[in-house]
């Protein structure tokens, strides 16, 4: 296919670059860091930090097809999170992962890329999105507007396969005492106090937007994950036995990546008046333990 961005319109540091067949995407090369963005999906994929680990984990069995979500990297679930709430027969988690976005502009500044992209249209919700990928950090904002004459619900998640060493190795700071809805069993729960460390598989929709510490003892490094336009945060974790009935992660796979995913989910769920509009921001930084 021709790319749908004319190489003459990147800056310094970007190419573009296929996937896959039907599946473009975008390279940034930076002394500081690299990373790969998916047109197809809006989803950023890679982000690496120059002589570290990486950020995101994207699995080496993700299907790279049109029509498949991708495994890893920041999937947007837009603009519903989990089944359609009126309608099995539609996708999981919206239709924003399976579409070709569009590129507005991509900038080069002192502080590293600037991306904007407008997304799919779901009944009269339109989708934007934009990026900073900078040394260290990198942040997203899914933006929705209400184009239409009347109210429309929405639900969503910026659901970031975080890089971890080993998932038994983390402690997670920031959730202590948050009201959640563990979606496993279907109870509503208080998450324990202290550091936390995953046990077991996890499916949890919080009642906080509290700034987070994931501390990586493996990789010797700090993340420090903050977000806005959001009061949900959501926790998840396949676990060995999940993960074994997902064809497109390997065996091992959920031992290297924790989904700590910036949300409007459960009771966070809003419903945009006409001619609203309302964004979503993550941030993640990286520093040494």
């Known amino acids: 296919m021709t790319h749908p961005v004319h190489p003459d319109l990147l800056p310094a540091g970007v190419r573009a670059i296929e996937l896959a067949p039907g599946m473009p995407g975008l390279a940034f090369s930076h002394p500081d860091f690299s990373a790969v963005f998916s047109l197809y999906g809006g989803q950023l994929l890679d982000f690496i930090p120059a002589g570290g680990q990486p950020l995101l984990y994207l699995s080496p069995q ?28 539609r996708p999981q988690h919206g239709v924003a992962r399976t579409a070709l976005w569009t590129v507005n502009a991509v900038v080069r500044s002192d502080d590293g890329f600037h991306l904007s992209l407008n997304g799919p249209r779901e009944g009269e919700l339109q989708a934007s999105l934009t990026l900073l990928l900078a040394p260290q950090q990198l942040s997203l904002t899914l933006t929705t507007r209400n184009l239409g004459k009347t109210p429309q619900p929405l639900s969503q998640a910026l659901h970031s396969y975080v890089a971890v ?60 994950l903050s977000s806005s336009g959001s009061a949900s945060t959501v926790v998840w974790t396949p676990w060995q036995q999940g993960a074994a009935k997902l064809g497109d992660l390997p065996a091992d796979g959920w031992q290297h990546f924790l989904c700590l995913e910036a949300a409007n989910a459960g009771a966070d769920a809003r419903v945009l008046a006409a001619g609203e509009a309302h964004s979503l921001t993550q941030q993640l930084r990286v520093a040494a333990l």
């Open 62 to 89: 993700a299907q790279l097809q049109p029509g498949k979500a991708i495994r890893g990297g920041i999937p947007l679930c837009w603009p519903w999170f989990g089944a359609h709430p009126g309608d099995s027969s």
């Open 165 to 224: 060493s080993d998932i038994r190795q983390l402690r997670l700071q920031g959730l202590a005492q948050a009201p959640y809805h563990d979606k496993l069993d279907g109870r509503f729960k208080t998450w324990p106090d202290g550091d936390w460390t995953p046990p077991a598989a996890t499916d949890a929709v919080l009642a906080s937007a509290a700034p987070l510490q994931l501390d990586d003892a493996g990789w010797q490094r700090r993340l420090q």
